[in-house]
């Protein structure tokens, strides 16, 4: 297959849906979002939703020190994770959303993973953030996808140029750990200082498992997140 021909799929448009309707709730509403992609190929940074710091204790990140949050997430395990670090260093979200949504069948979707990895294919995304060079620290987190980063997120990594900031990886996975992923974001970022990565156990869909980082594995995730920030010093 050639590199970049997406990959061919037998489910219907019907079949093929977000992971809000995968999971049946309205995500990221309220989380402070860096949304805006109005187009395939370009992306408006806008407050798509009204952030929560006026209301809660959220940090704001410094001029000298603008955080970016960029996570892909289908379940939202690695999305609760991005919640955290907002809610400890502040700065802005960006979900990672691909242009054309991933099959909500599990199978389908392992299937089509495999193809895209085998092809070296990554997938064009709804939006990519505008102002990347507005940032000096980027947070990049994506689940475990057979054992490696998740397509679009080495989309991002392509259409974006992180070099010169702080990169620091963090991951969700069913239990196998996170594979080839934060090595792949070093290579993939020659220029960045990339940091220690955070990585925990998150949900195992394969198993009915979705959300898992919730209630006290939710308390239990934000300690080891608070400890690892604490470490890295960010
Ligand atoms: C297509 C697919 C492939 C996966 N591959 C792996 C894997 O190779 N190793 C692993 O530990 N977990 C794997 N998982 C489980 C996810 O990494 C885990 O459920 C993660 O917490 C999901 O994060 P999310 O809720 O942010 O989407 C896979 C999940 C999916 C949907």
Known sequence: MRENTPPTSDESENDRTSRRNLLGAAAVAGSGLLAGCLDGSSSETEEQNTPPQSEDETPQSTDENRVLIVFFSRTENT??????????????????????????????????????????????LQCLVEDIGAYDTVFFGAPTWDMQLPPPMKTFLREHDLGGKNVVPFNTNGGYGVGSSFQTIEDRCPNAD?????????????????????????????????????????
């Open 194 to 234: 990339v940091r220690e990565g955070f990585s925990t156990r998150g949900g195992l869909e394969r198993d009915g498992v979705y959300l898992a980082i919730k209630e006290d594995r939710r308390e239990e995730v934000r300690a080891e997140v608070t400890d690892w920030l604490q470490r890295i010093r960010i």
């Open 79 to 124: 999305q609760a994770v991005a919640e955290m670090i907002r809610e400890e260093v502040g700065g802005e979200l960006f979900e990672v959303l691909p242009a054309e949504p991933y099959p909500v069948d599990y199978d389908t979707l392992v299937s089509q993973v495999d193809e895209e990895n085998e092809a070296g294919y990554t997938p064009p």
